[in-house]
């Protein structure tokens, strides 16, 4: 999976807490957030630049591009699901469920029929550091699935602490980490598989898939091969569609996100704690 002589490389420190990284291939820049910092940061893949991209930011944390190249945003602080178009401008695409604020969206992926599935935990209210202490609205912490149409459905439903999701190449199954022994000790820090039920648009229901043994799996991504690549408290670790353990990338800090990236998609981008670093490989990132 890795390459002999490939080893990682720290591209930018100085964060507080990095996270949500995504590659935007027709720039060939990556963008990522640094939640405490409120602000959002850009790495140029041509010259090695790094340049504020926004701040503040609303404590954005994770991000991802829809089917037409714009990028899609979690914002801690605005409790939201939000779109940037091309003319620069925001839109807001979910804030409430019920009539009720969402906690605070966390982590977000596009299905290829341009549906916008995301995570609410709720880490953004739980204090000021990466939002703003606040009230609960919901009854739980769920993943949301919004359609074309704007609607917002409530798609899981059995999880503590929603963070990282991803859907497997063919979209069979949906994988999503639950980070809450943060919150609740008993919980067990695993990824959760869900398949996906014939209309593309509902869930199975889940079962465990990988149980972390280095802190908690946060966020997670696919390659073509189907194979799960995550992060953890000791670095990013590679699993088999099967649930087998293939390998581990060792790092020194604790990695909260990943994303495939570069011409080949073939180059991982991970944020850990303070810095983006990133490494090739012999895969290639799921499209």
Known sequence: MIHVNAAPEILWSGGRWTEGPVYFPAGRYL????????????????????????????????????????????????????????????????????GRRLNSPNDVVVKSDGSIWFTDPSYGIDGDYEGDASEMEQDGRHVYRIDLDGSLSRVVEDMKQPNGLAFSP????????????????????????????????????????VTCDAGLFDGLRLDT????????????????????????????????????????RNRLFITATTSLRSIYVNVRGAG
């Open 225 to 264: 091969a189907g194979n799960l690549w995550c992060s953890a408290a000791d670095g990013v670790h590679c699993f088999a569609s099967d649930g087998t353990l293939l390998g581990k990338i060792p790092l020194d800090e604790v990695v909260s996100n990943l994303c495939f990236g570069g011409p080949k």
């Open 170 to 209: 063919d979209e069979t199954f949906l994988y999503v980490a639950d980070t809450g022994r943060t919150h609740f000790p008993d919980c067990s820090p695993d990824i959760r598989r869900y398949l996906v039920a014939e209309d593309g648009k509902s869930l199975g229901a889940g079962e465990p898939f």
């Open 31 to 98: 963008i990522w957030s640094d939640i405490p910092n409120d602000r959002i940061m850009r790495w140029d893949e041509m010259n090695g630049a790094v340049a504020t991209f926004e701040q503040p930011c609303r404590n954005q944390n994770g991000h991802t591009l829809d089917r037409q190249g714009r990028l899609i945003a979690c914002e801690h602080r605005g409790r939201c699901v939000s779109r940037y178009e091309f003319d620069g401008s925001r839109t807001m695409l979910a804030e409430r469920f019920d």
